[in-house]
């Protein structure tokens, strides 16, 4: 099994990306929030990878972060979801705003997507509950806008609280705050609720 590619990207064209590891040309499909993070061609990139071994095709995932690799393989695990759909959703949502569409059983949110339905969108939420915890991109750094939600929430879960309760109080922390103080006004707002 192929896990990760260290090598100079060769091209790009969504979802689509051609990767040269020593000589050898890896052809690709990334979600477009790894397309985004991608180096100018000619420059060096690593990227974790999936490999989905079908009867007529063989075919080669990349991603920027373990979190978007654990999103798409929790997935397409899910019956009827194939890896064209775990891409238009890791494109389309971030694998923090899925985990917290999933802990805030939040059907719209998916909707949004391109190719989901409500069926679809239910059928997810029902299938991921439990399976993803919103959390920083990898190296620990904050999540966009510096907000630190990904720790706050799973410092909520360990403490006992459902992931509806964690997700609505650590929705509720400002933007920017740090994550003792989000977890104390968290803590704070569960209190009173």
């Given at each position: 099994?192929?896990?990760?590619?260290?090598?100079?990207?060769v091209?790009?064209?969504?979802?689509?990306?051609?990767?040269d590891?020593?000589?050898?040309?890896?052809?690709l499909?990334?979600?477009?929030?790894?397309f985004?993070?991608l180096?100018?061609l000619?420059e060096r990139?690593?990227?974790?990878t999936?490999?989905a071994?079908?009867e007529?095709a063989?075919?080669?995932y990349?991603?920027a972060s373990?979190?978007?690799?654990?999103?798409?393989?929790?997935l397409?695990?899910?019956s009827?979801?194939?890896?064209?759909?775990?891409?238009?959703?890791?494109?389309?949502?971030?694998?923090?705003e899925?985990?917290?569409?999933?802990a805030?059983?939040?059907?719209g949110?998916?909707?949004?997507?391109?190719?989901i339905?409500?069926?679809?969108?239910?059928r997810?939420l029902?299938?991921?509950?439990?399976?993803?915890v919103?959390g920083?991109?990898?190296?620990g750094a904050a999540?966009?806008?510096?907000d630190?939600?990904?720790?706050?929430?799973?410092?909520l879960?360990a403490?006992?609280?459902?992931?509806?309760?964690?997700?609505?109080?650590a929705?509720?922390?400002?933007?920017?705050?740090?994550?003792?103080?989000?977890i104390r006004l968290?803590?704070?707002?569960?209190?009173?609720?």
């Open positions: 099994m192929i896990g990760r590619l260290v090598g100079t990207l091209d790009k064209h969504p979802p689509s990306l051609l990767l590891v020593n000589g050898v040309g890896y052809e499909d990334a979600p477009m929030s790894t985004y993070g180096p100018a000619g990139v690593t990227l974790l999936h490999l071994v079908r007529d063989q075919q080669l990349g991603f373990a979190a978007e690799r654990a999103a798409f393989r929790a397409i695990r899910i009827g979801v194939g890896a064209r759909t775990a891409l238009s959703v890791l494109s389309g949502l971030s694998v923090d899925l985990a917290t569409a999933v805030m059983q939040q059907t949110t998916l909707t949004r997507i391109p190719g339905g409500a069926k679809t969108a239910a997810l029902l299938e991921l509950k439990g399976k993803l919103a920083p991109p990898e190296g999540l966009p806008g510096g630190n939600l990904g720790d706050i929430l799973r410092a879960l403490l006992g609280y459902s992931e509806r309760e964690a997700a609505a109080a929705r509720l922390v400002p933007a920017g705050s740090g994550v003792s103080e989000g968290a803590l704070q707002s569960l209190a009173k609720g």
